[in-house]
């Protein structure tokens, strides 16, 4: 017992020892400067330091890019890549998924089995609604790209269509879309695909033949717009309509109410019906099958 309190007091000597830190002018010996330390200081300001030193180094890994330096921490650009790539592949999915939907039905449509289309992803409508608030912003070149598509689909797509024969339909009797007057003709020169009626107001537009809704939605040119698929590849087509009375994959008869007319979307100048008839993918003049007085 008396041994080891010999050293415990030894140590506590030693550790309280003065030493002298002395610094010459070496051609003079002259003492310049002079400090004098124990083992216990050197211990207490060595263990400061080195607390703070650590403290000094999280705080700059923490808070300064310096953590990329670290070996398997991702630096600023990489995390960047990261998100951008998960927000991509979160676009690419939704996008697919669009696609796949889209060629399905258009599978189902081509094939003449437009009963197994699903989607009924129909926006509500309300003829109530006073569509004359809303504004539309269209871009120089979001016209541009539109005359560009028009004048390659006028000169490419259709232009064999012009001149079709469609006796085969001469005897299927087709209603009437709408009780009205016709305003402007079929064009196929100047891009008018169509028969513009002018009628009186929520007046209710109709189906020309029986067939299944295979377009139900609202765009920003057409406002409301269904069409409706038929026997022997034919397609009618229902625009600028202020509500819609059928949605996607609908059967309806011949001369069934299915819209509203109405003045929807940009490309109008008032309330009117636009019907279009296309057979095997080519517009046809719906003037030689409706009974237009």
Not at 29 to 44: P, S, Y
Not at 199 to 228: D, R
Not at 265 to 274: A, D, Q, R, V
Request: charged share 25%; glycine share 8%.
């Amino acid at each position: 017992m008396a041994e080891n309190n010999s050293k415990i007091k030894n140590l506590r000597e030693k550790l309280q020892d003065k030493y002298r830190f002395i610094i010459y002018n070496d051609h003079t010996l002259e003492e310049v400067w002079h400090l004098t330390l124990t083992r216990l200081n050197i211990l207490t300001v060595g263990g400061i330091g080195a607390i703070l030193f650590t403290c000094i180094g999280i705080f700059l890994i923490a808070l300064t890019p310096l953590k990329e330096f670290i070996p398997g921490f991702p630096d600023g650009n990489l995390q960047k890549s990261i998100m951008l790539n998960m927000i991509r592949a979160d676009s690419l999915e939704r996008i697919v998924n669009s696609r796949n939907v889209y060629l399905a039905n258009l599978k189902y449509t081509l094939s003449g089995n437009v009963d197994s289309i699903k989607d009924a992803s129909v926006p509500k409508s309300n003829p109530k609604n006073d569509y004359k608030k809303i504004k539309f912003v269209k871009s120089k070149e979001d016209s541009t790209l539109r005359k560009q598509v028009s004048d390659a689909t006028q000169d490419g797509l259709f232009m064999k269509s012009e001149k079709k024969e469609t006796s085969e339909f001469g005897k299927i009797h087709f209603f009437m879309p709408v009780n009205g007057i016709v305003i402007n003709k079929f064009n196929f020169k100047e891009g008018h695909f169509g028969v513009d009626f002018v009628a009186g107001a929520n007046e209710l537009i109709k189906s020309v033949l029986a067939g299944t809704v295979i377009a139900a939605n609202w765009t920003l040119e057409t406002g409301y717009t269904i069409q409706v698929q038929h026997e022997s590849n034919l397609v009618s087509v229902y625009k600028h309509n202020a509500s819609l009375l059928k949605k996607l994959g609908d059967h309806v008869k011949a001369g069934e109410p299915i819209a509203v007319i109405g003045n929807t979307g940009e490309l109008t100048s008032g309330p009117h019906l636009h019907f279009e008839l296309w057979h095997d993918g080519n517009p046809v003049n719906p003037e030689k099958f409706l009974n237009i007085n």
